[in-house]
């Protein structure tokens, strides 16, 4: 059973176009993380959902929105996409933060 | 700069050789992480080491943690072609986030 599950794991579109990903984990972690990773391997965070309760929520354009139906669910809606969005997405979970990340195998995202 | 950066930022090595990754971060940490990313994969979490620890062993892996000079290192020992990944040092400093540095690309040669 895939822990952390993401989909799709490759999307191309075009400019402006607008594209969701999803996330569902099945290990009964109560937060869940988006992290941006770009051409050089860095890893940023996006977004935390606790219980489905936005916690963090970094320096992101407002093109992306994360929604989280429940705990176990959390999406990332991105609109307008612009080529510099082109990047690995991933999603993640943890039981507590302090004990450390399951990580969904990542969608990557190529915006032409 | 990023919280945590490794250092270097690729190794190139032979099999059986060990491989020795450093992670040097900037703020006051509760714990600090390792993970492996294999190519077009998420990545999987190796070990932890509490700010008040100093060593900690996992099989072939080895971390040790300098907080008086902010600093962490990843010892591979008799490394396998399988070891090839890239390797990222992350830092909790409390709350719910975790700051991830740039990683280590390490290639072992069979």
């Known amino acids: 059973d895939t822990a952390v599950s993401q989909t799709p794991k490759y999307l191309v579109t075009q400019m402006g176009n607008d594209k969701s990903i999803k996330c569902e984990q099945n290990l009964g972690h109560d937060t869940m993380y988006w992290y941006k990773q770009d051409s050089k391997k860095f890893l940023k965070i996006m977004f935390s959902?606790?219980?489905?309760?936005?916690?963090i929520n970094e320096t992101v354009p407002n093109r992306f929105s994360p929604k989280s139906p429940d705990k176990a669910h959390l999406n990332l809606h991105i609109n307008s996409l612009e080529l510099g969005d082109s990047a690995v997405y991933f999603c993640?979970?943890?039981?507590?933060?302090?004990?450390?990340?399951?990580f969904g195998s990542g969608t990557r995202l190529t915006v032409v | 700069s990023q919280q945590g950066e490794e250092d270097p930022q690729a190794l190139s090595i032979q099999e059986g050789e060990n491989a020795t990754m450093n992670c040097s971060y900037k703020?006051?940490?509760?714990?600090l992480q390792w993970y492996r990313q294999n190519s077009g994969r998420g990545l999987v979490h190796l070990i932890l080491i509490r700010s008040n620890e100093r060593e900690k062993h996992s099989g072939r892996l080895r971390v040790t943690l300098d907080t008086s000079k902010k600093s962490s290192s990843l010892l591979i020992t008799a490394s396998r072609a399988a070891d090839t990944a890239s390797y990222f040092c992350?830092?909790?400093?409390?709350?719910?986030?975790?700051?991830f540095g740039a990683g280590t690309r390490l290639f072992v040669k069979a």
């Open positions: 993640a979970s943890s039981q507590e933060s302090s004990f450390g990340y399951t």
């Open positions: 959902y606790n219980n489905k309760e936005l916690i």
């Open positions: 703020t006051s940490i509760n714990n």
């Open positions: 992350a830092s909790y400093t409390g709350g719910f986030k975790t700051i």
